[in-house]
């Protein structure tokens, strides 16, 4: 009776997962073919990443099994991350899941190498299984360090950008003119962002939609702020080029303050190192001739 509940409960969890998967395929088709077709407009050759399949084969046949058993959730949670980290047009989230199982069955196998050498079997088993753990998280924490470092820069080029889109609007150009002027003439993920939103207004996405994905792509507090401005500016008429003035100063004064606030927390986080680090060796350098005289005299 147990085997058959269980394995009735394991039938309608497969339905649902089934059932979820084919209501959300053909928002997910499309999602790929818009970045794929934007992708393409700005770069043809950018689809080629380090893990790309037609680079290293073995990513894509390990992908297809690893998508196949990873729920579309988890997929659609590595999507994202990547999109923060710019690597959506380099890889897919199937091959961020297999270079990951790959290196945890590489770190256990050379686990159980270097483990088997001592001799205790425990040992062993214990040392493969952290290593492999080990492996399977840094894809992750690399994964984390990009993206933090990736809306460091986005934080920082924006004012810049927003001086350049306002003087190219207050010029005469629409606001994709100004886009692509951005493009032009700077570097960075904000004008790779800037890029691939371009080409799927091209394409024919709306732009209030392409702007809003392009908020969602970047997670940025400022640009997401931007997004909302540019897309109230259409809907009641206000001139764009002082909506623009007024982001760029609103987030010059954001970055001063966020500046300001690091410096503020700077002599917290210096106390431990100095305490630690310092001044033990100027308590040795002031008190040291000291205990060695008293050391003489006795």
């Known amino acids: ?25 053909p928002a997910r ?10 992708a393409y407009v ?4 950018m689809r080629v990443g380090p893990l790309d399949q037609r680079r290293m084969p073995v990513f894509g046949k390990v992908g297809e099994l690893v998508e196949q058993v990873t729920p579309a959730k988890m997929l659609d949670s590595i999507e994202q991350r990547l999109a923060e ?20 069955i590489g770190g256990v196998a050379l686990g159980a190498v270097i483990g088997g050498q001592s001799g205790n079997t425990f040992r062993g088993l214990v040392f493969a299984l952290a290593l492999g753990a080990l492996l399977f998280i840094v894809p992750d924490r690399v994964l984390a360090s990009r993206v933090k470092s990736r809306k460091e820069r986005l934080s920082g080029d924006l004012p810049d950008a927003l001086d350049l889109l306002a003087i190219c609007v207050e010029a005469g150009l629409s606001l994709d003119g100004a886009f692509g002027q951005v493009v032009e003439h700077m570097e960075g993920p904000l004008a790779d962002e ?7 207004i091209r394409i024919g996405e709306a732009r209030p939609e392409a702007l809003r994905r392009l908020a969602d792509r970047c997670k940025v507090q400022s640009v997401a702020v931007l997004v909302r401005a540019i897309i109230q500016s259409d809907h009641l008429g206000i001139p764009l080029g002082r909506v623009l003035r007024i982001q760029a100063r609103d987030v010059r ?11 503020a927390k700077m002599p917290v986080k210096m106390l431990l190192p100095t305490a ?11 008190v040291g001739p000291a205990l060695m005289e008293l050391a003489e005299i006795f």
């Open 42 to 45: 700005d770069d043809p050759g």
């Open 29 to 38: 088709q499309r999602r790929a073919s818009v970045a794929r077709a934007a």
């Open 253 to 263: 004064v954001h970055r001063q303050q966020l500046a300001e606030e690091r410096a």
């Open 276 to 286: 630690i680090f310092i001044f033990p060796v100027l308590f040795f350098v002031v």
């Open 194 to 200: 800037f890029a691939q939103t371009l080409g799927e």
């Open 85 to 104: 980290a710019g690597l959506t047009a380099r890889t897919t989230p199937a091959a961020f899941m297999s270079l990951k199982a790959l290196l945890c």
């Open 1 to 25: 009776m147990t085997f058959v509940l269980a394995l009735g409960i394991m039938m309608i969890i497969a339905c649902a997962y089934l059932l979820a998967e084919l209501v959300t395929l």
